[in-house]
């Protein structure tokens, strides 16, 4: 069986004619082969300004977030600076009532040592506060550095410090230093310490290396103590009245205690090194010593190498005018040999060193502590060959009429 098809040009199959079919119809050409891969069709030039716009309105969006941010932190850090100028006021009122609660109520709870601390040198201290302002704040989440500048109540030296606050129950409370924040940890050595320090301290390392070489000499000729073979460890502490490191000599950072205007250490620093320094030297010098005797000594310290009235020995004065010290002999008992610390007590051991030293010259101190933990009549006829009675009317006399070397201004 045979199908014949009898095709005549131009005649129609169905509804469309062969030689009228649409354009649009006819199959894809196909698309040249490059290398063994099809050409990809040419995208629209219009979609370069499209994404370029889109880029700059990112930009544009960033940057005004990121102004926004700024404003935001200027303002989170100015209400932060007028809580804590406040929260400082307060705690600035307390030490000078020595309301010992409400100072306890400002400080943060969470540091339970760093705060027992705290209370504890409260009730010894004698220093009227400082007059303090807080010239910028630095916030890190609930935690602020401040950087303080003090003037002292005589109007003497201004010095700046960092203080750490953090935000606890709605409130800005004085907390601990952080180390960490200080920098990275560094060591310089001298001819008689080996020094660490953090990088925040860098720009004052050269003075205190004068600071601490000067007094070990001066403080060593007095005690007459042997020079160090080894290199004394000297730790700059980044942690207020942080626990002791054994075999070293710790003191508190100038950053946290004060600096000049050209970065330098202050005067409570320089108080609290040479006390430092003097405690470490007895103790190695004369190991039977009682820690409250140290205490002594290093108070003894700061009056011979500042040669300015202390506020202690101004109390001290004080109460002698209202006859209310203790005998002598009685208080060496308590100091020397029952390592009781009572601050006024302290003073007037120290006290009795300054007048040792002025009558019986150089070596004196080392002398009465060579003879330690006996009485105080024994310790002074082996160490100066004198009387109780001569002593303690001596004492008195110099203690009523002020010597040159404890009457000076601070």
């Known amino acids: 069986m045979s ?22 119809t006819a199959p894809e050409p196909a698309r040249t082969i490059v290398r063994g891969a099809r050409s990809r069709p040419k995208r629209s030039r219009t979609a370069l300004p499209f994404l370029l716009a889109v880029l700059a309105g990112i930009l544009i969006g960033s940057a005004a977030l990121a102004a926004f941010l700024v404003v935001r932190t200027n303002q989170s850090s100015e209400l932060a600076r007028q809580d804590i100028e406040a929260a400082l006021a307060l705690l600035l009122d307390a030490q000078a009532n020595g309301d010992v609660s409400g100072y306890a109520e400002l400080l943060d709870p969470n540091e339970e040592v760093w705060r027992s601390r705290r209370i504890a040198g409260l009730r010894r201290t004698t220093d009227a506060p400082v007059q303090t302002n807080v010239e910028s704040v630095r916030l890190q989440g609930d935690l602020a550095l401040a950087e303080l500048t003090g003037t002292a109540a005589d109007g003497g030296e201004v010095a700046t410090r960092t ?21 990275a940890q560094l060591q310089q050595s001298s001819p008689h310490f080996l020094i660490e320090y953090r990088k925040a301290d860098e720009p004052a390392i050269h003075s ?3 600071l601490v070489e000067g007094s070990y000499v001066v403080l060593c000729g007095e005690l007459r103590c042997r020079t160090s073979e080894r290199p004394i460890p000297l730790v700059l502490s980044y942690e207020e009245n942080g626990a002791a490191i054994d075999a070293a000599l710790q003191v508190t950072s100038p950053r946290l205690t004060g600096v000049d205007g050209r970065g330098q250490p202050g005067e409570s620093f320089e108080r609290e090194l040479t006390g430092a320094l003097a405690i470490y030297l007895a103790a190695a010098r004369f ?24 506020p202690e020995m101004t109390a001290l004065r004080q109460a002698e005018r209202r006859d209310d010290l203790l005998p002598l002999d009685r208080v060496w008992r308590l100091v020397a040999v029952r390592n009781e610390n009572g601050a006024l007590e302290q003073t007037q051991v120290a006290s009795m060193f300054i007048y040792a030293q002025e009558t019986f010259g150089n070596g004196a101190v080392a002398r009465l502590l060579e003879a330690t933990p006996a ?26 009429a002020g010597s040159p070397a404890a009457d000076r201004p601070a």
């Open 3 to 24: 199908v014949e098809l009898n095709w005549r040009e131009g005649e129609e199959s169905g509804d469309v004619a062969w030689g009228e079919l649409d354009a649009s």
């Open 208 to 210: 205190l290396v004068d």
């Open 375 to 400: 009485d105080l009549p024994d310790a002074l006829r082996r160490a100066y060959g004198v009387s109780y009675d001569d002593f303690n009317a001596g004492w008195q006399e110099w203690l009523q």
């Open 163 to 183: 203080a750490f606050f953090r935000f606890h129950n709605g409130r800005w409370l004085l907390t601990a230093p952080v180390a960490e924040q200080f920098g």
């Open 287 to 310: 190991p039977a010593t009682s820690p409250a005797l140290r205490a002594a000594v290093a108070e003894w310290a700061v009056a011979e190498l500042s040669g300015a009235t202390s």
